[in-house]
């Protein structure tokens, strides 16, 4: 369900921390075989740091992170914060 109140839903520094720090681990040629790669468009090649941006994080964390299950064994999407 929903989570009521604006205040409720807001991103800690310490959760935002955690989620640069997973970002940097896995951009860039440092991150080895972990590396996240571009996904749209017709780039293809691995995710520098200089170039990682929201839209990778919602591809490589975000959604992973959030999809569910429910009783039914079925995907169920939750929030992120």
Not at 14 to 33: C, I, K, W
């Amino acid at each position: 369900g929903a989570i009521q109140g604006a205040e409720r839903r807001a991103v800690t520094v310490q959760q935002l921390t955690r989620v640069t720090n997973f970002a940097m681990n896995h951009a860039g040629p440092e991150a080895g075989d972990s590396q996240w790669y571009e996904i749209a468009g017709e780039q293809g090649g691995p995710v520098s740091r200089q170039a990682l941006n929201f839209y990778h994080l919602d591809t490589w964390l975000v959604r992973p992170a959030t999809a569910g299950r429910n009783e039914q064994e079925e995907m169920k999407d939750c929030a992120f914060t």
